[in-house]
């Protein structure tokens, strides 16, 4: 069974930034991370294939959220930039069984505990 830790999430002012840090006990292929706002059902954010060769990103964060990873370090990072207010969510970490970048949430096998991010105005 594999276990993803996420962590770097915390309070940010709007117009700040935050690195999120995933890391994953065992071997996944793509990656991804979610986001669930209070009240709200959980949404994709972005997305990246095994070998980092592609990405996938929401409307609401392309130009602002970049994806990577680090298979030598079992690691994928989602930066984010330019937060607004209405990125407030517990912003989840995803594995998938697949190698290409999956935007569906029913595609991941492997969830972590989630990460706090909150964006004051």
């Known amino acids: 069974q594999v276990q993803l830790v996420e962590s770097g999430g915390g309070l940010v002012q709007a117009g700040g930034s935050l690195r999120l840090a995933c890391v994953s006990s065992?071997?996944?292929?793509?990656m991804g991370w979610f986001r669930q706002a209070l009240g709200k059902e959980r949404d994709f954010v972005a997305a990246?294939?095994?070998?980092?060769?592609?990405?996938s990103y929401a409307d609401f964060v392309k130009g602002r959220f970049a994806i990577s990873r680090d298979n030598n370090k079992n690691t994928v990072y989602l930066q984010m930039n330019n937060l607004k207010p209405e990125d407030t969510a517990v912003y989840y970490c995803?594995?998938?069984?697949?190698?290409?970048?999956?935007?569906?949430?029913?595609?991941?096998?492997?969830w972590g505990q989630g990460t706090q991010v909150a964006v004051s105005s």
């Open positions: 990246i294939s095994w070998n980092g060769g592609s990405t």
């Open positions: 065992g071997s996944t292929y793509a």
């Open positions: 995803a594995g998938s069984l697949f190698t290409t970048a999956r935007t569906d949430l029913q595609e991941y096998d492997y």
